[in-house]
C-alpha cells in the first residue's frame, strides 16, 4: 500500500532530522514500479482530508505538479525525500499554508520557487 499512515504531535528543531513520525502520511512508490509513485498513488491522499503533514517519495516532475496543484495546499508540512526527477520546485510557491518544507538532495532542480507569496516564510 503506498499510503502509510501515522501520527506524531510536534516539530521541534531538536527533533526535526529524526521526525519523520511527525509526518503524518508516507507516499512512495512501488517496489514493482521501481520505486516510483502514480498518480493512484498520490490521489490516495484525497481518501484522507485530516492530513496536514505528509512525506512523498518517488515522484517524477508532473507528478509533483500534480501532488501540489491537487493536494498542495492542504498541508503545512511537506517532506521531499528522493524525489531527484523533479526538476522545477516552482510550483511550491503557490503553498500559502506551507510553513515547512524538507527536501532530500535534489540536484536536478534547475528552477527554485518565489517565497514572497508565503505568509509563514521568513517567520519563526
Known amino acids: 500500500m503506498p499510503l502509510k499512515l501515522q501520527f506524531?504531535?510536534?516539530?521541534?528543531?531538536?527533533?526535526?532530522?529524526?521526525?519523520?513520525e511527525f509526518y503524518?502520511?508516507?507516499?512512495f512508490g512501488s517496489r514493482e514500479n521501481s520505486g516510483k509513485a502514480?498518480?493512484?498513488?498520490?490521489?490516495?491522499?484525497g481518501?484522507?482530508?485530516?492530513?496536514?503533514?505528509?512525506?512523498?517519495?518517488g515522484l517524477d516532475n508532473d507528478l509533483f505538479e500534480y501532488f501540489?496543484?491537487?493536494?498542495?495546499s492542504r498541508f503545512e508540512a511537506i517532506d521531499?525525500?528522493?524525489?531527484?526527477?523533479?526538476?522545477?520546485?516552482?510550483?511550491?510557491?503557490s503553498l500559502d499554508s506551507l510553513e515547512i518544507l524538507s527536501i532530500?538532495?535534489?540536484?536536478?532542480?534547475?528552477?527554485?520557487?518565489?517565497?514572497?507569496?508565503i505568509k509563514n516564510a521568513g517567520t519563526s
Not at 9 to 14: F, G, I, R, V
Not at 80 to 93: A, H, R, V
Request: charged residues 25%.
Open 24 to 27: 503524518q502520511a508516507h507516499v
Open 47 to 57: 481518501d484522507h482530508p485530516q492530513l496536514t503533514r505528509i512525506a512523498v517519495s
Open 80 to 93: 521531499l525525500c528522493f524525489d531527484e526527477m523533479i526538476e522545477d520546485l516552482s510550483p511550491l510557491g
Open 104 to 117: 532530500y538532495v535534489n540536484n536536478r532542480a534547475e528552477k527554485l520557487w518565489d517565497m514572497s507569496g
Open 38 to 45: 502514480t498518480r493512484e498513488d498520490v490521489d490516495l491522499i
Open 68 to 72: 501540489i496543484e491537487s493536494y498542495g
Open 8 to 20: 506524531s504531535d510536534t516539530l521541534t528543531p531538536d527533533n526535526f532530522f529524526a521526525a519523520k
